[in-house]
């Protein structure tokens, strides 16, 4: 019961993290600039501004998301650890992917930054 409920809040974090990621992605890379084909260098100084805004919350969702995922999936790992320590490779599975959260929030923001 309580692994479902882990994996449920795990997905729930994971998809909020990269919802809220490509929406500040979208920001930035479809602005008419970037539509026409313009250099990066004819954009407004105001968009750059919301270039590194949308690439410094992607980073930062990213990392609050996986400290979330990795305290919640951290505490069954460890607990599962100890009842049945035969279960460690899969419990480190689970860690691994919940770290790889701030993963999609750093290649979102460097997305944003090429475009910027």
């Not at 479902?4 to 929406?23: D, H, P, T």
């Not at 008419?32 to 250099?39: H, M, N, S, T, W």
């Not at 279960?87 to 992917?97: D, E, K």
Request: aromatic content about 4%.
């Amino acid at each position: 019961m309580r692994l479902k409920r882990l994996i449920r809040q795990f997905l729930i974090v994971n998809g909020v993290i990269v919802i809220g990621s490509l929406v500040a992605g979208t920001l930035v890379m479809v602005t008419p600039e970037a539509a026409i084909g313009q250099l990066a260098s004819s954009i407004p100084e105001g968009v750059v501004g919301w270039g590194y805004l949308a690439a410094a919350i992607a980073v930062g969702l990213g990392a609050l998301g996986a400290g979330i995922a990795v305290g919640l999936v951290g505490a069954a790992a460890v607990g599962t650890i100890g009842e049945r320590p035969e279960l460690m490779g899969r419990t480190l599975i689970f860690v691994g992917l919940a770290e790889g959260i701030a993963i999609y929030g750093l290649v979102i923001a460097i997305m944003i930054l090429g475009r910027v």
